[in-house]
Nanobody, 123 residues
Framework: VQLEAFGGGLVQAGGFLRLSCAAS????????IGWFRQAPGKERELISC????????EYADSVKVRFTISRDRAKNIAYLQMNSLKPEDTGVYYC?????????????????WGQGTQVTVSS
């Protein structure tokens, strides 16, 4: 089972990117999907999550309003739309899948991980 995160890149502050998380041998709609960010010199943090059961969403305060998580059941892809990007959004972004119905902030609760995609926001 493998997740693949892609869509990162270099963008100017104020710009936007859409990250995608695709899965092979895994139905993403059956899992809680989290997007984590690891900024340079910082610990990995959960920035957004969409719950398996209700499809309810959660966001870290730092990205609330600017980022939107969603998933396309037909395509089996989860997305993270990132608008109004700031230099502090720079980091490696990972998608992960958990079997729990809530949004664990602890990465150890996520069973499957993507390889990460780099997002760099220039000022």
């Amino acid at each position: 089972v493998q997740l693949e995160a892609f869509g990162g890149g270099l963008v100017q502050a104020g710009g936007f990117l859409r990250l995608s998380c695709a899965a092979s041998e895994l139905t993403l709609a059956s899992y809680t999907i989290g997007w984590f960010r690891q900024a340079p010199g910082k610990e990995r943090e959960l920035i957004s999550c969409i719950r398996r059961t209700s499809s309810g969403t959660e966001y870290a305060d730092s990205v609330k309003v600017r980022f939107t998580i969603s998933r396309d059941r037909a395509k089996n892809i989860a997305y993270l739309q990132m608008n109004s990007l700031k230099p502090e959004d720079t980091g490696v972004y990972y998608c992960a899948a958990a079997e729990r119905g809530i949004c664990p902030s602890d990465g150890s609760h996520y069973r499957y991980w993507g390889q990460g995609t780099q997002v760099t926001v220039s000022s």
